[in-house]
T-cell receptor, first 115, second 111 residues
Framework: GAGVSQSPSNKVTEKGKDVELRCDPI?????LYWYRQSLGQGLEFLIY????????KSGLPSDRFSAERTGGSVSTLTIQRTQQEDSAVYLC?????????????FGPGTRLTVL | QKEVEQDPGPLSVPEGAIVSLNCTYS??????FMWYRQYSRKGPELLMY????GNKEDGRFTAQVDKSSKYISLFIRDSQPSDSATYLC???????????FGTGTRLTIIP
């Protein structure tokens, strides 16, 4: 079956512009996560959605970052007024549910470059 | 200091060798431990998952957790060129869905 898909695969933007990154989770997965992978930094948690519950936004680095999940499926991560330090690979993951053994399935990521 | 420390490598070993990858962590509350494999330009994929101290084996892979030392390891036996990838350790608190990752170790298996 189809895995997690993300678009675009690559995005180049100019400093100060807004960008939107899209994630399509695996059908039926109720939990959705966004992570950021910077060179030499590993993956950093950004935000987590579970069903209709309020999202866990504790990893968002600044108020320029926001995310929404419409209809419990597709999610969009928005970065306003992009800065060069926002350049990274943004990874989305989904899982069937929360709980001790839930496996997070990752998409291929969106590589963002801010010039 | 990062919560999870992992030697970034790179690590190069000959085909057939045993590979040992390690992570240390500072938060003793971590309960669940995972190893992910990430090929270039791909998302991470789960290799091993464990939640107790001791060893867990799956084919050529063995995950080891020592909670008293706050140290986890992944061993790869009979390494193959297809094992060449970045290996990330990750861990999670009980009741919290957020994964905390190490920086990843880049591994190359030389034919």
């Amino acid at each position: 079956g189809a895995g997690v898909s993300q678009s675009p695969s690559n995005k180049v933007t100019e400093k100060g512009k807004d960008v939107e990154l899209r994630c399509d989770p695996i059908s039926g997965h109720t939990a959705l996560y966004w992570y950021r992978q910077s060179l030499g930094q590993g993956l950093e948690f950004l935000i987590y959605f579970q069903g209709n519950s309020a999202p866990d936004k504790s990893g968002l680095p600044s108020d320029r970052f926001s995310a929404e999940r419409t209809g419990g499926s597709v999610s969009t991560l928005t970065i306003q007024r992009t800065q060069q330090e926002d350049s990274a690979v943004y990874l989305c993951a989904s899982s069937l549910a929360s709980g001790s053994t839930n496996e997070q399935f990752f998409g291929p990521g969106t590589r963002l470059t801010v010039l | 200091q990062k919560e999870v420390e992992q030697d970034p490598g790179p690590l190069s070993v000959p085909e057939g060798a045993i590979v040992s990858l390690n992570c240390t962590y500072s938060n003793s509350a971590f309960q669940y431990f995972m190893w992910y494999r990430q090929y270039s330009r791909k998302g991470p994929e789960l290799l091993m998952y464990t939640y107790s101290s001791g060893n867990k084996e799956d084919g050529r892979f063995t995950a080891q957790v020592d909670k008293s030392s706050k140290y986890i390891s992944l061993f790869i036996r009979d390494s193959q060129p297809s094992d060449s990838a970045t290996y990330l350790c990750a861990m999670r608190l009980f009741g919290n869905e957020k994964l905390t990752f190490g920086t990843g170790t880049r591994l190359t298996i030389i034919p």
